[in-house]
């Protein structure tokens, strides 16, 4: 983000930036594999060199999954999940209320039913807390069962797997959130972001979710199984059956699809679309989606949905829908979800509401949206924070006043640091515990601190941001004229996908244009035709963008030229094959 003056401010307050790249290994992608110049560049902008382009645009498991080995401590898990399998034993499985974590769940669960062990689940609701807990231990001691694993969850739980020990319990730890120089006292922790793994020959594992260390650990149990000769006797699962369940941990979790996670959600979008699952058709079918499902469905659609249970409802629905073994089962539980989701909407919409009356009902001291309701629904506020980010372009924090303490979610702007932040108000006695990393930030405080927060807060955001006003930088990965869009193009881009978190979609600027025949539709929406100088046309919209700035210049007759910002897609609706540009962003041309 840069201080500009009002003159370079796109329509939506934005200011463009093109992205740069190595015109050479522009050429080379495009001589060596005969893509066009546009995509060639966009490759080379995003850092893809010309060796890697074949990973990249056809990333196959096989290329790009290491031995699982190479992951410390996963040998001694693989062989005592396996041991586990073999002896017929009970198994406890710890997961965590978010899609990441029961998508995590479901993949070990569904490998062990395959193997003939019905695991013990337990996860989580919110108000009991993140990752294990004593109430579990206790519960599967209850149980009989002495081996559990953990997953998505565990890395820093010192205290409460000092305590499963004492009580008798080997443990496997499966995840990947930060870690700390101390390690917990487990049998097994495997964890990419464990600090002794930084000199790791795979560095791209970092970038899994937890769902992806979960699949990896199944692939190494599944061949010391066979090693083993367990399957001599015992039908081997097809682990490839699970990997739409990777593809959607991997998307909802927003980690960068590069490496391996590309190949996870390329060939999990293929097993997905075969609809074998019976929880995700039901959920598709549900939400009335019938084309072939794509990223933007896993984190738009069926993710929501499934993060709804963990945030207003049952955190434990998830795991059960995506291993729902009947289409009743499966029907009924998407029901429930979507149930809970419309919930979470409305909770969601009435804590926003309170916020934005907060913030813009009096004159605010510092650079930040700073709010606090009381019994504001915990599920929810992580997401207003988010919108307040978007809305007013600054770091924002939002917390509930509970009966026993204060809990607040905070989202931020780059320059603003929050996990920095929030390390600092610990180290000032401000929090009772939190954390986080740049961009998101959890954390907790006592009610009697929280105006002293707010300045602490204020006083750390200013002085990173300064007095100028900070506008946001929408980058511009390539230039189009209207008559070069064509589905051939499209195809091309295709091949980047799937798009998401470390490879957003790309942006593509058409340089004076006119706005033609533009007409409201929908609860916002503005679509409209975008003409060049050689009289080629391109059917163009802008969703709920109406009452901005944006959506007044699109529907104002003028003869004036602009140059608009956004995405090139192909329209399939109604069986269609067509083109469409999805306008982001638009100003006078020109400049």
């Known amino acids: ?43 080379a902008a995003k850092g893809v060199a ?36 073999q002896n017929n034993e009970k198994i406890g499985i710890i997961g965590d209320y978010d899609v990441d974590g029961a998508t995590s769940t479901s993949v070990l669960r569904s490998f062990l039913e395959a193997n003939g062990i019905e695991p013990f689940i337990h996860i989580p609701e919110r108000e009991e807390g993140y990752g294990p807990s004593v109430m579990a231990f206790d519960e599967f001691a209850a149980l009989g069962i002495k081996f559990v694993v953990t997953v998505d969850c565990g890395t820093t739980a010192f205290e409460v797997f000092d305590y499963a020990r004492e009580k008798g319990f080997e443990v496997v730890v499966l995840d990947h959130h930060e870690a700390e120089v101390k390690l917990p006292n487990v049998l097994a922790l495997v964890n990419p972001k464990r600090l002794d793994e930084e000199d790791s020959d795979y560095p791209y594992l970092k970038y899994m979710a937890a769902v992806g260390v979960v699949f990896m650990t199944v692939v190494a149990v599944n061949r010391v199984l066979r090693q083993r000769g367990f399957y001599q006797t015992h039908k081997e699962p097809s682990l490839m059956n699970w990997l739409d369940l990777v593809a959607l941990g991997t998307v909802c979790d927003v980690v960068p699809l590069l490496g391996l996670n590309r190949a996870f959600v390329r060939q999990g979008l293929k097993v997905m679309a075969q609809r074998r699952n019976l929880g995700l058709k039901a959920l598709f079918d549900k939400s009335n989606v019938t084309e072939a499902p794509r990223a933007y469905h896993l984190g738009f659609v069926l ?6 249970c963990g945030r207003v409802g049952e955190a434990a629905l998830g795991n059960k829908l995506l291993c729902a073994k009947t289409e009743g089962e499966a029907n009924l539980l998407a029901d429930k979800l979507n149930q809970f989701n419309d919930q979470r909407k409305e909770i969601e919409a009435y804590v926003l509401l309170e916020a934005i009356e907060q913030l813009e009902g009096k004159p605010q001291s510092y650079p930040i949206a700073f709010a606090v309701g009381k019994d504001w629904h915990q599920g929810v506020i992580g997401i207003v924070a988010g919108k307040l980010k978007e809305r007013y372009n600054l770091p924002a924090f939002v917390m509930s006043i509970e009966a026993d303490e204060v809990k607040g979610s905070a989202r931020s702007i780059p320059n603003v640091d929050l996990g920095a932040l929030i390390i600092a108000a610990k180290e000032r006695g401000l929090l009772t515990k939190g954390g986080g ?45 209207v008559g070069g869009a ?6 091309q881009l295709e091949k980047l996908e799937p798009f998401g978190a470390g490879n957003a979609e790309p942006r593509l600027m058409l340089k004076n244009v006119h706005i033609k025949k533009s007409a409201l539709f929908g609860s916002g929406h503005v679509r409209c035709f975008l003409s060049g100088d050689n009289g080629a046309s391109l059917k163009a919209m802008a969703f709920r963008v109406a009452d901005t700035e944006l959506g007044k210049e699109l529907l104002a007759p003028s003869v004036s030229l602009y140059d608009v910002v956004g995405v090139l897609r192909r329209d399939t609706w109604q069986g269609r094959n067509s083109l469409q540009f999805i306008i982001e962003d638009a100003r006078k041309g020109g400049q």
């Not at 080995?69 to 040998?75: A, I, N, P, S, T």
């Not at 064509?486 to 195809?491: I, K, M, N, W």
């Open 50 to 85: 010309p060796d890697e382009v074949e990973d990249f645009i056809d990333p196959k498991l096989q290329r790009l999954m290491p031995d699982p080995y190479c992951l410390k401590g996963m040998q001694i898990a693989a062989e005592r999940i396996a041991e586990a399998i």
């Open 486 to 491: 064509s589905l051939s193009l499209v195809e």
């Open 1 to 43: 983000m840069t201080p500009v003056s009002d003159s370079e401010k796109s329509l939506a307050g934005n200011l463009w930036k093109m992205c740069s790249f190595s015109e050479r290994n522009a050429e080379l992608i495009a001589q060596r594999y005969g893509l066009s110049y546009i995509v060639s560049t966009i490759l």
């Open 303 to 308: 993710g929501p949905r499934i993060n709804a």
């Open 437 to 481: 990393h740049i961009m998101a930030a959890g954390f907790s405080l006592n009610e009697d601190k929280v105006e002293e927060f707010r300045a602490f807060v204020g006083s750390y955001v200013k002085e990173k941001l300064g007095d100028e006003e900070i506008v946001p930088v929408l980058e511009v990965d390539a230039c189009l004229d």
